[in-house]
């Protein structure tokens, strides 16, 4: 897993930028990355299982939306989470998304909680396939706390 929060990059949110040798494992960590803000996931237990199916035109759409998604989820079905497989598939004409994801109803007494993520935004956003000798893929995006 490697992720890391830029605290240089945005003051009033949180910048986070996620690389990973294959697409399947950038959207996993960029996944995981949203939930640590929110838990601490070692204090979530994978007790509720939700799947996720996106497409998109895109790779920067697929992973903002995934994000989004994320948040969405969060928010509607208080749900924190801990654990994601993630499957990405790049055509010519779209990109699309299955996942499924492992976590738990939010509970004060049981979850070590962190910041609420309220959304993510476009600004710096971006996801790119690195050249060598650093193969692989890149991601940056900023969320809104």
């Known amino acids: 897993?490697?992720?890391?929060?830029?605290?240089?990059?945005?003051?009033?949110?949180?910048?986070v930028?996620?690389?990973?040798?294959?697409l399947n494992q950038l959207f996993t960590d960029a996944g995981m990355a949203v939930a640590e803000q929110s838990a601490n996931p070692?204090?979530?237990?994978?007790?509720?299982?939700?799947?996720?199916?996106?497409?998109e035109t895109n790779l920067e759409k697929l992973l903002f939306n995934?994000?989004?998604?994320?948040?969405?989820?969060?928010?509607?079905?208080?749900?924190?989470f801990?654990?994601?497989?993630?499957?990405?598939k790049?055509?010519?004409k779209e990109c699309a998304l299955s996942a499924v994801v492992y976590g738990d109803t939010i509970n004060?007494?049981?979850?070590?909680?962190h910041t609420?993520?309220?959304?993510?935004?476009?600004?710096?956003f971006e996801i790119k396939k690195m050249k060598k000798p650093q193969q692989g893929w890149k991601a940056f995006f900023v969320l809104d706390i």
């Open 1 to 15: 897993m490697v992720y890391r929060f830029r605290e240089d990059m945005a003051t009033a949110d949180v910048a």
């Open 17 to 22: 930028e996620v690389q990973a040798k294959t």
């Open 42 to 55: 070692k204090t979530v237990k994978p007790k509720i299982k939700k799947e996720i199916k996106l497409k």
């Open 66 to 80: 995934f994000i989004e998604e994320l948040i969405f989820i969060k928010d509607s079905e208080c749900r924190v």
């Open 82 to 88: 801990n654990k994601f497989k993630v499957v990405v």
């Open 90 to 92: 790049q055509g010519k």
């Open 108 to 113: 004060q007494k049981t979850q070590e909680l």
């Open 116 to 124: 609420d993520v309220k959304a993510i935004t476009l600004h710096l």
